[in-house]
């Protein structure tokens, strides 16, 4: 017999919704690894193709407003450096991620202490 036939309705309803809470606080907490991550294999790289990798690898959703405010976070702490590039034959600029020095080191020391 399986563990959620064991269980009650009430007991599996409540299961599920403590697992789904703990899911989206992991996600909030797992993001940042997974951009620094995409950034340094990738970069440089625009925000528009870390989103379009970000979903296609985890198959998370995340706005384009969280998507920026997230790198614009991680700039501000000099885990990544942003440049501006001209886009040929439009003359429109957009920022192109890296990852800094200090963000490697950074991606470095959590990766050393996640469960394998």
Known sequence: MSTEKKLGSAEREWVEELAGSWI????????????????????????????????????????????????????????????PVSVPGTGARRKDFTVTPAGALYLERISESLIT
């Open 24 to 83: 989206e606080v992991y996600k909030k907490s797992a993001t940042t690894l997974v951009l620094l991550r995409i950034i340094s294999q990738r970069g440089p790289i625009p925000a528009q193709e870390i989103h379009k990798v970000f979903e296609a690898e985890t198959g998370w959703s995340i706005t384009e407003r969280g998507l920026y405010r997230t790198l614009k976070r991680l700039a501000s702490l000099s885990l990544l450096a942003i440049t």
